[in-house]
């Protein structure tokens, strides 16, 4: 019984372990195919995070097997899509792999063979850039806008799909795609900015964590010599208070009224009881700055902060607000007299909820949260549990999903 129990444990650990290094000698052996040198650049690596790039370049790749498997399904989600649509009989799939050089100046080209499609749709031909993903965007993600024009301008199609497969619930969604002359100056734009940052040795800035897609630096490899969750403006491991705003900072109670007034509801209703469309209806009214105009000033809040201020904490403010409106957000604090050293904002289609507590945790990682100030009470109860000291200054009625 014991031997028997013996091999299994050890069959479990050796079929882990063969897995694990099958994905990475098949990395290796790819990458060996695509060696790496100063001023010619692959078109995916501009799409992507340049400072990403930068560390690929100057360190190398040694990805986690975490991220070998990530890419190992990736592959195979693309091969999957390939032959569903050469058995369709409705498309036919003509190349996988296609070589490309666009010169982007006399020092820099795009250059390498790179795993698209070639698809010939009621004769023509375009080019089918597969995306696995966990949720199916709207709308395009820019950075992949960018990557396939970069293809199509590399090879010479006027065409292409970008085409998202949900790997969780099974979904795809076709996004077609017009070569753009506009997007080749963005495209050289970039090849010029990385190619510049590789010459002086100097890191290009934290693009992933500016434009909201903080999701790529939670599984990035680079992230330990980055330190994307750093903010510039506050040294690590200092000593630091976070506040909300909406509810905390600011009395938000007759904006409120307003975005419920302008959904055509009653403004005595609970906003955390409406759901679908109205939801978004009264979300984009609540949010819209020209009702900033509705806020006051809660300033015991406010002299709080001022008192953290001189016992010598950094002051971070976070909001659910969508950070198109940072500069409305800053204005409005700033007339408030509210003190902060760093302002942090929800990216795009991120679930209110879920994105305070990812912030929080990431702040965590890197600094001493002193006390996080916060009027939802669900989300107070959330926070301690993470293990931070929570005030509630009052309770509010809560617009979060």
Not at 190 to 205: G, S
Request: hydrophobic share 35%; aromatic share 8%.
């Amino acid at each position: 019984m014991m031997e028997e129990w013996v091999w299994m444990k050890k069959a479990e650990e050796r079929i882990v372990e063969a897995l694990k290094q099958g994905l990475k000698n098949m990395w290796e052996e790819e990458q060996a195919q695509h060696l790496r040198e100063e001023g010619v650049y692959y078109p995916s690596a501009i799409g992507a995070c340049l400072r990403k790039q930068y560390y690929i370049y100057t360190i190398g790749e040694k990805p986690s097997p975490e991220k070998l498997a990530i890419f190992a399904t990736g592959k195979g989600v693309h091969k999957a899509v390939a032959e569903a649509l050469n058995a369709s009989g409705i498309v036919k799939v003509e190349q996988e792999e296609v070589g490309t050089s666009l010169k982007i100046s006399e020092n820099i080209t795009l250059k390498g063979r790179i795993d698209i499609l070639v698809v010939e749709i009621d004769g023509s031909k375009s080019i089918v850039e597969v995306k696995s993903t966990s949720k199916i965007p709207e709308n395009p993600h820019e950075n992949h806008l960018l990557q396939i024009q970069a293809y199509l301008h590399a090879t010479g199609y006027e065409r292409g799909i970008l085409l998202y497969w949900d790997k969780r619930k099974g979904k795809v969604k076709a996004f077609a795609v017009k070569r753009e002359k506009e997007y080749l100056h963005k495209i050289a734009e970039r090849a010029i900015l990385l190619h510049e940052h590789l010459k002086r040795k100097v890191p290009p800035l934290k693009e992933a964590i500016i434009e909201g897609r903080q999701w790529e630096c939670d599984t990035c490899e680079y992230r330990s010599i980055c330190e994307p969750f750093i903010i510039d403006t506050i040294p690590k491991n200092e000593s630091i208070v976070v506040a909300s705003l909406d509810g905390v900072l600011v009395d938000d109670t007759e904006r409120k009224k307003l975005a419920l007034f302008l959904t055509g509801l009653s403004p005595e209703i609970d906003p955390s009881l409406i759901k679908g469309q109205l939801k978004q209806a009264f979300l984009k009214s609540y949010f819209d700055p020209a009702n900033y105009v509705k806020d006051s000033p809660k300033t015991d809040s406010i002299d709080e902060l001022w008192r953290y201020r001189k016992l010598g904490k950094y002051i971070v403010i976070i909001s659910e607000r969508p950070e198109e409106y940072y500069k409305q957000t800053k204005e409005e604090l700033e007339k408030m007299g509210v003190p902060f050293d760093a302002l942090i904002l929800r990216p795009e289609n991120q679930p209110i909820i879920k994105w305070k507590r990812d912030v929080l945790k990431r702040l965590k990682e890197n600094y001493d949260i002193y006390i996080y100030l916060e009027s939802d009470r669900r989300i107070a109860e959330m926070i301690q549990k993470m293990g931070i000291l929570v005030m509630v200054p009052q309770t509010r009625v809560s617009t979060e999903e």
